[in-house]
């Protein structure tokens, strides 16, 4: 029996009412309808499957790609009180198995999941066990081979759909084109289509282009113009220290954020930033997904972005909260380019893509077979230099290799610690009565930490050497301690960038990769880069509606405050304040001469309208020169 979705979004978000199209989607899911939902960045879709899940007994399955996204939503759901667990990569086999099992008898209400994990027999042989009430395609347009991020394992979703019989699927995408909103449909196996689709115009959104040959003097120009919480996109990590360091100088308050920074300091930036302690983080595209700061004011790329999908969901972190806000991208004389060039003249072919497979296999010392589901930490520097392999070729690559379903490249993500009490009360009291020095360490583990003997928890080191007055480093030690002695499972903090081999490792003879698949992602990435020249080219068709076109909302609408119909609307306005001029001058004209200062004290435009209509009337014939004076063509007695 399903509750009331108003009593549980009060109940557990605190909200009085739903955004647009919210409740349609969450009734949709309720009453068993297949529906795929398209909700613009910042439209609260994670509600739209969280609220369904919570009114009806059961689980939620919830498939997404990204590692940092599962985490995020785990953790803001544990704040509330809701059980919820994510099996990712930096999972061990004890935790996903207990994690799984806690799912079967009800302990979770949200069970995460790469679609890799889906697939694992584990996965599958407890799926078969647990009271699914919906399964959830997150990030939904990954299933398309039209997608501009498309993932294979997201292919095998289906299979799991035959398992979980009569459990309906909500897919849920902020960018889809027309051809990707079909295909998503398909591959799902909907039992028929249901679309339910937000305008993606969003009109308080003010889409602004600017070409320019000195972008930080006018990034400062623009920040001293637009007060308030800004996001600077450049996609080269060394930029955003120098771009950072220069606006400080500068006046402005900024910090840096990219995926070769250690966890805790990524961690430290962004909650400064989201606390609004620093205005200006200057970050790579490594930042943002699953950030859910409201008050952005602005999000400037200094830097092109590599898609019309990407840009679309970057520039749409600004202004959440419904007030104004502008999305700016600089345009540098090269930068179209470059942009070509580092998107298609760095395309692999097949013996690079074979050869860097290779590579990874020497780097992470693997034999064929048996490496399936394997993690490891990636140093992508250190690899490159290793094998002296180019930089842009090789990460190119290595996204090629992640969508035809070998690897999973997680960038920039972390895991933190986490414990488990393996005895039960009785046994662990034992244990402390036999070992009174570790008496005191436990209790502060469980005072501090509840629950550690139902489910893995989460932990920090240096809070608890704080409460005891112990080095970090002896807490680490004493962990490791009691986890040999088989009191407690404790699994350190794991942070930073991993490869993760989705297939066994197999030999370069094997290794299937198309060279039609290969032409048609380069094919691809033509077209998308295409798109995003003619964006930043036009000058004539409102950026709204530029982008509704491209997402296949067709629209006559100009928005009114983007760059282009600014300038449309100054053409305009100059346009009727000419005319009013031209009606002024033929009115005041006669067949006596006049000078032009005489005409300015009559007609109370500026000078150099009043100069343009004297001279479209002297281009007409309608009035003539004599001397420096003006009068009415054939006026002379």
Known sequence: MSEDIHKVLKQHWGFDKFRPLQEDIINSAIKGNDTLALLPTGGGKSLCFQVPIMAQEGIGIVISPLIALMLD??????????????????????EIDTGLENCVYGK????????????????????????????????????????YDFRPPYLKILETRDLLKGIPVLALTATATPKVVIDIQEKLGFHAPHVIQQSFYRSNLFYNVNHTEKKWSKTLEILHKIAGSAILYLRNRKQTVQVANWLQQSGVSATYYHAGLKAEERDNRQEKWVKNQIRVIVCTNAFGMGIDKPDVKLVLHLDLPE????????AGRAGRNGNTAYSVVLVGPSDIAELKRKNLDTFPDIGFVKRVYQCLANFFQ??????????????????????????????ATLKILEKEGFILLNEGFKYPSRVFIKLDRT??????????????FIKTLIRSYGGLDIEYGIINESVLAQRLNQPEALIRKTLNHLTKQGIIDYVPSKGDSEIVFTQDRISINNLR?????????????????????DYLVEDKLCRSRKLLDY?????????????????????????????????????????????????????????????????????????ELEGLNFRKTNSKS
Not at 127 to 134: D, T
Not at 369 to 386: L, T, V
Not at 565 to 592: F, G, P, W, Y
């Open 513 to 533: 990769i198309s060279d039609a698949n290969l032409k048609e992602r380069y094919a691809d990435r033509v077209r998308r880069i295409k798109a995003v020249e």
């Open 366 to 395: 693997l034999a064929s077979g048996g490496s399936q589901g394997q993690s490891f930490a990636f140093d992508f520097g250190a690899f490159i230099k290793q094998y002296d392999l180019q930089a842009l070729k090789t990460y």
């Open 307 to 314: 898609s019309l999908e990407a840009y679309f969901q970057e």
């Open 73 to 94: 939503q785990v953790q803001t759901l544990k704040k509330i009180g809701i059980p919820a667990i994510a099996l990712t990569s930096t999972l061990s086999f004890r």
């Open 108 to 147: 979770y209400k949200f069970l995460y999941m790469s679609p890799e994990r889906l697939m694992t027999d584990i996965v599958q042989e407890r799926l078969k066990r647990m009271k699914v009430s919906l399964l959830v395609v997150d990030e939904a347009h990954c299933i398309s081979q039209w997608g």
């Open 427 to 440: 046994s662990l009291y034992d244990y402390q009565l036999r070992n009174p020095k570790l008496d005191g």
């Open 551 to 623: 997402f296949g909302e067709k629209s006559e609408l100009q928005c009114g405050h983007c760059d282009v119909c600014r300038a449309a609307s100054r053409v305009k306005s100059h346009d009727q304040d000419l005319e009013n001029v031209i009606a002024l001058l033929r009115q005041t004209m006669s067949a006596e001469s006049t000078t032009l200062e005489n005409l300015k004290n009559q007609i109370k435009y500026r000078e150099s309208l009043l100069t343009e209509g004297l001279r479209w009337l002297l281009d007409a014939g309608e009035i």
